[in-house]
């Protein structure tokens, strides 16, 4: 089970993300996720991690651990709200505080390679190693709204509602595009959406790098990309097109609240009840997640 979902990580706490899943209130399951062959989920109402295979058989419960989860091969780091950003292995052991972050200031990091991106609701943005050395302030900017991904010697974000890019080093601060929802960055693009002047969120885009050879690729709200395909849900259909935008084909339209991961064959999602499910592609073969 190899090319997995690259999840939206970044997706900030209480903001519903693609490469995460927020519930509604009343859900015991949230942050449906893929790693390494295991699916993983947050019991809302236990506070715990638990995992399980594909085919839902070896059930564990990994550690009593929070909802907002970055993988790193056999590595989780996660926001520890007594301790700032923390991490676990992925078999429940070797828990470390890496940084102190009060929950007030948190909103949301990254991982890439040996460092951690995270940002603060006052507008700085730094980076620490995973072993908790080197903190390192990179950037102040006006509004940090929560939204940063990192790839290659790049980091993407979101100041404001605009979407400007600046080297890992903090120099090279570039303006990319105005009223934007960052979803991902993969094999040389950028994809997003637009915010109107009402607040909406609609549509999706790509770009390269550098803002160049913008595109509409679809009418509807990002879901997820998997493999080399892109999902999204409009007018309560769940549909998968090229990651051009081409060929685009309705899949299912069962009542789904927040898409999680789309995993292989499989799509695991909260419904509107906030309950967890899996299904396959179609629809078909639905069972719950507990």
């Given at each position: ?9 970044i ?33 809302i ?5 638990y995992k399980?295979?594909p085919?839902m ?74 072993d ?18 990192v790839?290659?010697d ?9 979407l ?38 609609k549509n ?12 509409k ?7 997820a ?10 007018e309560?259909?769940l ?22 991961v ?29």
């Amino acid at each position: 089970m190899k090319n997995s979902l690259r999840l939206l990580i970044i997706i900030i706490l209480g903001i519903a993300l693609l490469t995460g899943c927020e519930a509604p209130n009343s859900t015991t399951v949230s942050r449906i996720m893929e790693n390494d062959g295991w699916i993983y989920y947050t019991n809302i109402k236990e506070e715990a991690l638990y995992k399980m295979k594909p085919d839902m058989t070896e059930k564990a419960k990994v550690a009593d651990i929070g909802d907002y989860l970055v993988f790193q091969g056999d590595t989780i780091y996660f926001f520890d709200r007594e301790s700032g950003i923390s991490k676990i292995g992925t078999d429940g052991t070797g828990y470390a505080k890496v940084v102190d972050v009060s929950e007030e200031n948190m909103f949301g990091f990254y991982v890439s390679g040996d460092w951690i991106y995270y940002g603060l609701k006052t507008g700085s943005i730094y980076k620490i190693k995973t072993d908790g050395m080197e903190k390192t302030k990179i950037a102040d900017i006006s509004s940090f709204y929560g939204a940063m991904i990192v790839s290659g010697d790049w980091i993407y974000y979101k100041d404001g509602i605009n979407l400007y890019k600046m080297g890992t080093e903090g120099t090279e601060t570039a303006k990319l595009a105005d009223n934007v929802d960052l979803f991902d960055v993969k094999d040389d693009w950028i994809y997003y959406g637009e915010i109107t002047e009402k607040g909406e969120h609609k549509n999706i885009y790509r770009m390269k790098p550098d803002g160049t050879e913008k595109s509409k690729l679809a009418d509807g709200d990002f879901t997820a990309i998997n493999r080399s395909r892109l999902y999204y849900l409009k007018e309560g259909w769940l549909y998968r097109a090229n990651l051009d935008g081409s060929a685009a084909e309705k899949i299912n339209n069962e009542n789904m609240f927040n898409i999680c991961v789309i995993y292989d064959d499989y799509i695991y999602y909260i419904e509107y009840s906030g309950a967890g499910y899996r299904s396959n592609l179609d629809g078909s073969n639905k069972t719950r997640i507990e």
